[in-house]
């Protein structure tokens, strides 16, 4: 029998409490020269110094910049370990085909039935046009919002340890609902990324017809620069290991991005109502990304014992177990709080990634929460939901940033911009309050501006 799972657990109400809270708030912080001694040493190896993955990211991506695809291909046989022909770097027409051709079908109306449903969730929350008028009698001003979709889009799929379809549906179908006819992915040269089956069979699947080999830095700063036959896109989203966060963060500017995500995580806010079963299942699935971070908090103490057994049983069962496990220790815990409210209060405090409300009356606890990436109501709705089906995408702020940051959605594919028309007479009347900001400001110009228009 394996040994039980050494969970750290925090009761709010110890002297101690506040310290380990915060040791816990610094562990899932966004985090970005963290570096193990076997990656020093691949990094001695390969830059010849003990650069740090911010050092390596900014190599990285300036020689890119500079160098283009064959750059590109250079770090992808370094870092990959994968000879890429220039003609081979992006993923044939032919390869895309017959992919599909091989695909399972019932694996092929799954992603058909998916992109569905998070292009009619995605589309009904998508900006509209607005129009404001404003009337003066002689004079009227027409004020507008006007939405366009960006023409060029990049996406990350990872490909290190597991294949993920997913993250194309949760990044190319918001995009494509949005109105983006351009969509290009990059996918690591492996057999889980570029080179899976199923992957290339949902790109063909969702019209994606631009997939390249490359993953990593190198392929975001590609994108981010452009390189010889992958022209520059608007946009990056999509996760990846810490150097793809970091080099979109680098890159932030030259073009948007949509996060710098970091490790899943997941919260669990419990009452006495909550199946052990069922809690223990939702720590153990984000747990399993590892590295990723799974906290229970609940008011109800006999609940923390029922799944720290669980949490025992289960790992027994599962494939994953023991990468679930060593994340369980590394990155997360179990919180007694000594009621409802100060649960609520340190959920807001953690800003998590997924919120999972197991309660009585779920609709009631949300109203006490507000810093969640999304939220999941009820017994019978576990992540998994909403990481595959639901509709919402599942690129969400991480490492606390969920107090400010928002999830993917089709609007951050748009380009919006104010529209403002005014004529003589709307003018004429908005002209004083001009003036007096601009004597106030000192821009002279500006009141010129209006001035010249009204002399006459």
């Not at 932030?252 to 996060?259: A, H, L, M, Y």
């Given at each position: 029998?394996?040994?039980?799972?050494?969970?750290?657990?925090?009761?709010?109400?110890?002297?101690?409490?506040?310290?380990?809270?915060?040791e816990?708030?610094?562990?899932?912080?966004?985090?970005?020269?963290?570096?193990?001694?076997?990656?020093r040493?691949?990094?001695?190896?390969?830059?010849?110094?003990?650069?740090?993955?911010?050092?390596?990211?900014?190599?990285?991506?300036a020689?890119v910049k500079?160098?283009g695809?064959?750059?590109?291909?250079?770090?992808?046989?370094?870092?990959d370990?994968?000879?890429?022909?220039?003609?081979?770097?992006?993923?044939?027409?032919?390869?895309?085909?017959e992919?599909?051709?091989?695909?399972?079908?019932?694996?092929?109306?799954?992603?058909?039935?998916?992109?569905?449903n998070?292009?009619?969730?995605?589309s009904?929350?998508?900006?509209r046009?607005v129009?404001?008028?404003?009337?003066f009698?002689?004079?009227?001003?027409?004020?507008?919002?006007?939405?366009?979709?960006?023409?060029?889009?990049?996406?990350?799929?990872?490909?290190?340890?597991?294949?993920?379809?997913?993250?194309l549906?949760?990044?190319?179908?918001?995009?494509?609902?949005?109105?983006?006819?351009?969509?290009?992915v990059?996918?690591p040269?492996?057999?889980?990324?570029?080179?899976?089956?199923?992957?290339?069979?949902?790109?063909?699947?969702?019209?994606v017809?631009e997939?390249?080999?490359?993953?990593?830095?190198?392929?975001?700063?590609?994108?981010?620069?452009?390189v010889?036959?992958?022209?520059?896109?608007?946009?990056?989203?999509?996760?990846?290991?810490l150097?793809?966060?970091?080099?979109?963060r680098?890159?932030?500017?030259?073009?948007?991005?949509d996060?710098i995500?970091?490790?899943?995580?997941?919260?669990?806010?419990?009452?006495?109502?909550?199946?052990?079963?069922?809690v223990?299942?939702?720590l153990?699935?984000?747990?399993?990304?590892?590295?990723g971070?799974?906290?229970?908090?609940?008011?109800?103490?006999?609940?923390l014992?029922?799944?720290?057994?669980?949490?025992?049983?289960?790992?027994g069962?599962?494939?994953r177990?023991?990468?679930?496990?060593q994340?369980?220790?590394?990155?997360?815990?179990?919180?007694?709080?000594?009621?409802?409210?100060q649960?609520?209060?340190?959920?807001?405090?953690?800003?998590?990634?997924?919120?999972?409300?197991?309660?009585?009356?779920?609709e009631?606890?949300?109203?006490?929460?507000?810093n969640?990436?999304?939220?999941?109501?009820?017994?019978?709705?576990?992540?998994?939901?909403?990481?595959?089906?639901?509709?919402?995408?599942?690129?969400?702020?991480?490492?606390?940033?969920?107090?400010?940051?928002?999830?993917l959605?089709a609007?951050?594919?748009?380009?919006?911009?104010?529209?403002?028309?005014?004529?003589k007479?709307?003018?004429?009347?908005?002209?004083?309050n001009?003036?007096l900001?601009?004597?106030?400001?000192g821009?002279?110009?500006?009141?010129?501006?209006?001035?010249?228009?009204?002399?006459?």
């Amino acid at each position: 029998m394996s040994e039980s799972v050494k969970i750290p657990m925090i009761r709010l109400s110890d002297p101690d409490a506040e310290r380990l809270f915060e040791e816990l708030r610094e562990k899932l912080s966004p985090q970005g020269n963290v570096v193990s001694a076997a990656g020093r040493q691949r990094t001695i190896e390969l830059f010849g110094e003990p650069l740090t993955p911010q050092q390596v990211v900014e190599r990285i991506c300036a020689e890119v910049k500079s160098g283009g695809l064959k750059t590109v291909l250079e770090y992808t046989a370094k870092l990959d370990r994968k000879e890429i022909e220039p003609e081979s770097f992006r993923v044939s027409a032919a390869e895309l085909e017959e992919a599909h051709q091989k695909a399972d079908p019932t694996y092929l109306k799954t992603i058909r039935q998916i992109r569905d449903n998070i292009h009619e969730f995605q589309s009904a929350i998508l900006s509209r046009d607005v129009k404001v008028v404003r009337d003066f009698g002689q004079g009227r001003v027409e004020l507008r919002q006007r939405y366009l979709p960006m023409k060029r889009v990049g996406i990350c799929v990872p490909g290190g340890a597991a294949a993920y379809p997913s993250t194309l549906l949760m990044t190319a179908v918001p995009a494509q609902t949005a109105g983006v006819q351009e969509i290009a992915v990059v996918a690591p040269p492996t057999d889980f990324g570029s080179y899976n089956t199923d992957l290339l069979a949902a790109c063909h699947e969702l019209g994606v017809t631009e997939v390249y080999r490359a993953g990593g830095a190198q392929a975001v700063a590609a994108m981010a620069y452009g390189v010889e036959g992958l022209p520059q896109v608007d946009k990056i989203v999509g996760p990846g290991n810490l150097f793809v966060a970091l080099a979109k963060r680098l890159v932030f500017g030259e073009v948007d991005i949509d996060s710098i995500a970091g490790p899943s995580e997941v919260i669990v806010l419990a009452d006495e109502s909550a199946d052990p079963r069922f809690v223990a299942s939702d720590l153990i699935s984000q747990a399993e990304h590892s590295p990723g971070s799974a906290v229970l908090i609940t008011w109800h103490e006999p609940l923390l014992k029922a799944v720290h057994a669980e949490l025992d049983r289960q790992l027994g069962l599962l494939s994953r177990g023991d990468l679930a496990r060593q994340s369980l220790e590394d990155y997360s815990t179990l919180i007694l709080a000594d009621s409802a409210e100060q649960a609520a209060i340190t959920t807001d405090r953690l800003a998590t990634e997924h919120l999972h409300i197991s309660t009585a009356d779920p609709e009631a606890m949300l109203k006490q929460v507000q810093n969640a990436g999304a939220i999941f109501l009820g017994h019978y709705t576990p992540v998994a939901l909403g990481d595959y089906v639901a509709g919402p995408s599942h690129v969400l702020p991480t490492g606390g940033t969920a107090r400010f940051a928002n999830g993917l959605c089709a609007n951050d594919f748009l380009k919006r911009s104010s529209i403002i028309s005014y004529d003589k007479a709307a003018l004429q009347h908005d002209a004083d309050n001009v003036r007096l900001l601009a004597d106030k400001e000192g821009l002279t110009a500006h009141r010129n501006s209006v001035d010249i228009r009204l002399q006459d």
